[in-house]
């Protein structure tokens, strides 16, 4: 099944991937994610296509959503891990993505992490400040193996992205000036058991538009000129990832997976080495969806209140960016449209999934679907309120499995205690 036919299952808003969304929340109770195999594997096979003839790796960022079974069939197709913990590092080696597919991002990375990922032997380490070089040496130096480094690059350019997954300007914590990572490689002979030989960029998530890639891999390309011309060999390039994904049915328009790798080959035309890909956001997040029931329409003195039984702690993403997904009934019954705020039972504000949202008139027991929620909706989830983790199901063809069941009460409060053994520090 193609990404067109899968699009076209969630406009009809009946099936998904073949199943039938109905029947499916008859056996599992809601809120739910659900994730397509298929829209994952035509994602995949859509960039794998683009990079064809290029020394590429992709690596998935864990980050989007780290569960394991979308891990696995993520290895199942080839693609590598971007992680930035130890828990998505132990996640990725049990899904079966072997250590040499497997790169660390991220600016806190802490000792005992960058121990576990050494003992691992992963492909490489993005390093994002010079502490964290030195303390790389160090750890590596310790048990005698020489640890392969880029430089994370800030190039101080607006991805026209939500400042929050801005991650490329000078004001943001990510990365070093091109001028700090000159100084790095002027240095490099120091360092005994790291191989400083790569670069690294990514400026943000959701990034809509091609021209922010255009002028940060420009700057890139001509570091890596001057490194090279310098004397420093660079042996991979990594460019990130951020493609955005359509949230909003007619107002968001995403870039090509053809295009986008056009414009890193023209920008890095002459380079030699290997690129690696950090893709997440794109390969799952139109992948995903949220099934939910309405709990109740509450009538206010000015507003009508769609109360869903998802909250913000099953999808973050409204609350803490006041991002847009399209919500829609799945009954494909043709009703009076009317206006919602349409909110979850957790005791905040701030619980809205949508404020003033057109939609067909709902009532009572109605099954709902919220859109494009595979990235950043289970990986950022919560028990805030003591609610449980919602179950997470795996879509494929017309058949489902259940790839994590739904929290018990049990497993929520596994590990805690009364406190009944003190003792003094």
């Given amino acids: 099944m193609n990404i067109d036919a899968i699009a076209q299952d969630i406009r009809t808003a009946s099936r998904f991937d073949g199943v039938d969304l109905q029947a499916l929340a008859g056996h599992l109770p809601t809120p739910f994610h659900a994730y397509s195999a298929s829209a994952i594997r035509d994602r995949i096979s859509s960039l794998q296509r683009a990079l064809h003839g290029t020394d590429a790796l992709i690596c998935y960022a864990v980050k989007a959503n780290s569960s394991l079974a979308i891990l696995n069939l993520m290895h199942e197709h080839g693609v590598g891990a971007d992680i930035v913990s130890s828990g998505e590092l132990w996640r990725a080696l049990r899904a079966g993505i072997p250590p040499e597919r497997i790169v660390f991002s991220g600016v806190g990375k802490s000792e ?20 964290e070089l030195l303390t790389l040496q160090r750890l590596a130096a310790s048990i005698g193996i020489t640890a392969h480094a880029a430089v994370r690059i800030n190039p101080d350019v607006d991805a026209l992205t939500h400042a929050k997954i801005s991650t490329g300007k000078a004001e943001n914590k990510f990365g070093v000036s091109i001028e700090e990572a000159r100084r790095w490689f002027a240095e490099k002979a120091s360092l005994s058991h ?15 538009s091609l021209e922010p890639y255009r002028e940060a891999f420009r700057r890139v390309a001509q570091f890596w000129r001057e490194l090279e011309a310098a004397g420093h060999a660079i042996a991979s390039i990594d460019v990130g990832g951020g493609v955005g994904v359509r949230y909003r049915e007619g107002h968001d328009h995403p870039v090509d997976a053809a295009a986008y790798v056009s ?41 009508k209140f769609l109360v869903l039984d998802a909250a913000m702690n099953d999808l973050l993403r409204p609350s803490l960016y006041d991002a847009w997904h399209d919500i829609v009934p799945v009954h494909g019954e ?20 949508a404020r003033g949202r ?65 003792e003094t520090a």
Avoid at 334 to 350: F, K
Avoid at 397 to 421: C, L, N, T
């Fill in 112 to 131: 005992q992490e960058i121990a576990e990922a050494l003992a691992a032997r992963i492909l490489r380490f993005n390093v994002e400040s010079h502490d």
């Fill in 358 to 422: 057109a939609m067909p008139e709902c009532v009572a027991g109605d099954l709902l679907m919220i859109r494009t929620t595979g990235a950043y909706g289970a990986s950022m989830s919560s028990t805030y309120n003591s609610r449980p983790l919602a179950a997470e199901v795996l879509l494929d063809r017309g058949r489902y499995a259940v790839v994590r069941q739904r929290q018990s009460f049990e497993d929520m409060i596994a590990g805690e205690q009364p406190a009944r053994h003190w």
């Fill in 194 to 208: 790291v191989q400083l030989d790569g670069l690294h960029v990514h400026i943000g998530s959701q990034i809509l």
């Fill in 334 to 353: 043709t009703r009076t449209m009317t206006e919602y705020d349409i909110v979850g039972p957790v005791c905040e504000t701030g619980d809205t999934f």
């Fill in 263 to 303: 414009v890193v080959r023209t920008a890095l035309e002459g380079f030699k080495g290997r690129l690696l890909f950090e893709p997440g956001r794109y390969l799952v997040a139109e992948a995903g969806v949220l099934l939910t029931r309405v709990i109740r329409v509450k009538h206010g003195e000015h507003r």
